[in-house]
């Protein structure tokens, strides 16, 4: 879609101020020792009664990673078309000159977190040199391919916030293009000049890679590759946010990352340019507008299925310093410091020579110790004492599944495995050690060439398993904290309930140790996305139907967080076998409760510690006859054989954590077995729904945000913040922020975020 955008270009935009109305709008952000299993029920009980009413906050604040998440929800998206207004030019254009450096321009709007319209000037820089040489001929099938590439690329990023909070009214701004801004020269003037909330990113790949595919046509209609490589990337930035009148943040990352991948890929031929008849005139433009639409249309059309593996380990150095831009000193230590063009390039190289040093098993103090040493470096180059100095070491595996249909859908889906080491010179040198498990879920609908992606669901889970360890090398017992992200674009008011459900499924379930569920525990989804009345008619036949119509809703959001304490953790651990039994068959009733309400009491736990019953007694509880048939997995028995294996497993999963030989191996143990890599497959919310039963409400802490951008007449949106169970002994707030707060100040940042 991009591409083609490209061809309009100016013209384009002065054609919509002309036609446009100034309306538009699109979603923003306002921005130790525990008790036993054995405490009685009674006091549970008493507890959630106690803490079950959430309560709401309207001034609710949302996570860079929530901002990250909305953002890719959003892209690519029909959405308002003043939005999509956007100036690009290529390399062989004159603005890619702009203060010496090279690439592709690029302008576009975007919103910010307080509502306000954002201007983004991007220019992309790349230097690579590539070789490939095919080294192998098979019959019939293409070359087997070997490359090494080497890629220096980066490009300036420049975010200011406009006065509008309406595309519309900033059009006339986006075709200023003698205002286009960069972060070069990084001069102490311009420096002081930004306006406040204004960012300059510097990103920067210093890329050193290996491949090797081999692929072929079969009966000249899919395109089937084999592929594997490795990569080497050196990935260091500098961002500088100024916040208000007084303050300058200057953020220096360095990432270090080493990956290798095997990958699969099966395609439709996509069709040749000459086949789609586009524009026949015989000149520059038409040979341009061919190769775009072409692209954009096989884009869509080809039908795609691919699977990737891969594996990744890296270190990452952060340091953060407060400047004062009205301070001439710091603003000239700062300039020097940048050495006002690629010199940051340099600077780089200088920090990351005592970054080799960093190693993932380090002790607390030793990392402690390089940390000083890399802040002090950079704190004497910029007259300056760091505000914030750390690292990240950290290695997992991710694998991925693509599906495109043409037009119709396209579904992602990935699933990975991780482990942070987090340290700063904060609380003495603390480390933070996360065990990560996550599932992306991307779906779309409707994918129309040159219009945008019409229906999108995407979902994020996220299990962390988190310990602490401070600078004498004691770890604390595991903090268990689950993170999922749900929103949508075009779906129904049925789809927009669901989406709170996958928050209410595990709510309900809190405290209640096998006793039913508490309803008063769950977010009011009918409130929020209100259902029609029911109405009535008749078919062909006069017959009576009652029917609940539907309605659809432009765009939502949801972010559920919970956490269990370390107490709470340990009373899962050590429940007995019995409550576990009790709580799964409790979260099963949702499915089977015509079967679980009437044999409950006849399921034991064995001497091998399995889940046991009399089949006899069973089918006589049940009425069965023996002689009955009945389709595949409709007998009951079937059913009941099911639920004991599984109940069995669970026990068992909970059993290996338990057993794991220490504190680091605890945790990984757990973080696989709460995401599914266990014997039951009880994953993310489905496992949360079980042991969640277990612990006491004070020892969980729950927390639930949601945004509506509904666009339906008669109905408000939301942005709230429900907060469930939450109390002063449970330390959520203190350790879900200082988890969330290290991970996002590692993580990539969102395109408005520095």
Known sequence: MRSTKSLVSVSAVLLLLAVLPATASALGFDGGGGASFSDSVNALKEESKSLKTPTVSTGASVSSELAHFWEDLKKDTVDDICKSAELKLNKDGKLVKVLGLGGEFNRYMRKLPNEKVALVDEVKVSLSAALGNEVLQLPNVQGLGVSLTGVLEGKSLVVRPLESDRYCKELDTLIKLYQVKTILPAKAGRIAEMQNGEIWKFPLTLRIGFGASVGGAINEVLNVTLSAGKTKETKPSVTLYRMDDNNLRLRLRIDRVEARSVGFSASTIEIPMADIGLINAENILADLVNKAWAKEINKYVALKLSYGHSSF???????????????????????????????????????????????????????????????????????????????????????????????????????????????????????????????????????????????????????????????????????????????????????????????????????????????????????????????????????????????????????????????????????????????????????????????????????????????????????????????????????????????????????????????KSQSEKLAKVAAGGSKSGLKYEDFLKVVVQLVRPGNVSAEVYVHTDKRVKGEADVTQNYQFFNNRDNSFDGTIAEVNQARERFAEPSLLTD
């Open 313 to 663: 380990s890296g270190k990452k150095l952060l340091l953060e310093f407060m400047l004062n831009p009205n301070n001439p000193e710091q603003m000239a230590a700062l300039e020097k410091f940048l050495a006002g063009d690629f010199g940051i390039v340099k600077r780089f190289i200088e920090l990351g020579l005592r970054f080799n040093n960093f190693s993932e098993n380090d002790e607390s103090a030793g990392g402690l110790g390089e940390i000083e040493g890399a802040a002090g470096q950079a704190g004497q180059a910029v007259d300056a004492e760091s505000s914030y100095a750390g690292s990240n070491i950290y290695h997992g595996h991710s694998d991925n599944i693509n599906i495109q249909i043409p037009v119709l859908h396209t579904h992602n889906n990935t699933w990975s495995s991780s482990y942070n080491r987090y340290q700063s010179l904060d609380k003495e040198g603390e480390t933070l050690h996360v065990q990560q498990q996550t599932r992306v879920n991307n779906s779309s609908s409707l994918n129309i060439p040159f219009v945008g992606t019409v229906m999108k669901y995407d979902s994020q889970k996220n299990v962390y398993v988190v310990n602490k360890e401070g600078t004498g090398g004691q770890a604390t017992r595991p903090v268990l904290m689950y993170q999922q992200y749900e929103g949508f674009v075009k779906q129904g008011d049925g789809t927009a309930r669901y989406m709170l459900e996958k928050a209410n499924s595990v709510l309900r379930y809190v405290g209640m140790n096998g006793d039913g569920t508490d309803e008063s525990n769950v977010l009011p989804s009918a409130n929020i996305f209100p259902p029609l009345p029911e109405e009535e008619s008749t078919d062909p036949d006069g017959n009576s139907l009652t029917g609940r119509p539907s309605k659809c809703y432009k765009s939502a959001v949801m972010s559920f967080k919970l956490l269990i304490n370390e107490r709470g953790v340990q009373e899962i651990l050590f429940a007995p076998a019995q409550a576990i039994l009790k709580a799964y068959m409790n979260m099963m009733r949702a499915a089977d409760a015509l079967i679980i309400d009437k044999i409950m009491d006849l399921f034991t736990i064995n001497k091998k510690g399995e889940v046991a019953y009399d089949s006899l007694a069973v089918s006589k509880r049940l009425g069965l006859d023996p002689s009955e048939r009945y389709d595949s997995g409709a007998n009951p028995l079937d059913i009941v054989a099911t639920l004991a294996y599984t109940a069995t497993q669970v026990i068992r999963d909970i059993a290996s954590v338990k057993e794991a030989s220490d504190w």
